[in-house]
């Protein structure tokens, strides 16, 4: 058995958050399995009582803001219908014992990101992702603009029922809280600490890993190979901006990140020329992705630096980026319990399968 086909057993710890940590494990991977059917996926262009096709704009809320504005718009952003906080709450935070409530306020939208009902990301143009990429700082920026009370907003989205989208036509949502969530904190807290002791940003440290470093690990008695790394062995994709890259530490089997090869601390400074190359990198990365596992689920989400006072010296030290999450299994008991992911398949062997995939 080569080293590349060894079975793996490794528990690899986030650099990031060290408190989050991934179970490798690919002899799970040999277990017996009823195969499955890839996800029925709606292609459809147009859908007659979809609200989110061109022409339905009756069935929705009002229009916030579109580009461009009109009928013919290509990318529309409403507010949710459902939202999980809303702007009208007149409730009171509420401290009872132990238990603490805070007041749900914030708003919820819903950006429509093409008028396609059943294209895919990795189908649209790269004109029409620079667009959609501008949507997303431009209400961002907005929702921040709106009320001090706002500290944190995230973009995401939810492709494919395993993802939890409840409507099949592409869209993402945005979410402005008054409270900064927990993960984004996380990495905020650590990537302050890291760089308070090598004055240097963790993120840029690992891209640098990701792009230079090579090593060899031996077995001290065999004197055998264990382990080799080498050089952009977990590089997905890269453009004159902007990185793919394979986590070593990946929460799911097929997770990949996009970072920006130059330090950026928050999403909104992003500008043109950047934009135009995300674009690309992201329709590329989600191109390898869909053909690797065929009919990709997945929810990706942009982490960028809060807004609000208690990180107000971590522009030096957070790094904005776009996680791609796509969902090829469902958490277990053991997940659920422990809070360690598994994976069933090496971060290494993943990053190579998508490299090779042939793109024009």
Known sequence: ?????????????????????????????????????????????????????????????????????????????????????????????????????????????????????????????EEHLIGLLGMYRERIHALYQADARIQYVLVFKNFGPAAGASIAHTHSQVIAMPVVPENVANEVLHSRQYYAKNRQC??????????????????????????????????????????????????????????PLRHQADFIDIDDEQRADLARVLKRAMARLDAVIGGAQYNFFLHSLPHNRDVADCEASYHWHLEICPRTSIPTGFELGSGLFVSTISPEEAAAQLRAVALD
């Open 202 to 259: 963790i993120f840029c440290s690992l891209i640098d890993e990701a792009l230079t470093f090579e090593a060899t690990i031996y077995d001290r008695e065999s004197g055998s190979v264990r382990r080799q790394i080498s050089v952009g062995q977990y590089v997905i994709e890269r453009g004159r901006h902007f990185v793919a890259i394979k986590p070593f530490a990946s929460r799911y089997e097929w997770e990949v990140h996009i970072l």
């Open 1 to 125: 058995m080569s080293s590349s086909d060894a079975i793996i057993r490794e528990i690899r710890i986030n650099p990031i958050v060290p408190s989050e940590s991934v179970l490798v494990s690919t002899a799970r991977g040999m277990r017996p399995r009823e195969a499955e059917a890839p996800a029925p996926r709606d292609n459809r262009k147009h859908v007659q009582r979809c609200p989110f096709c061109r022409g339905n704009e009756h069935m929705t809320p009002p229009t916030v803001a579109s580009a461009p504005p009109g009928e013919d718009w290509r990318v529309r952003v409403v507010e949710n219908l459902y939202p999980v906080l809303g702007d009208n709450s007149t409730s009171s935070n509420l401290v009872f014992g132990l238990q603490q409530a805070i007041d749900g306020y914030g708003r919820h939208e819903v950006i429509i990101d093409h008028p396609e009902h059943g294209i895919a990301l990795q189908e649209m143009s």
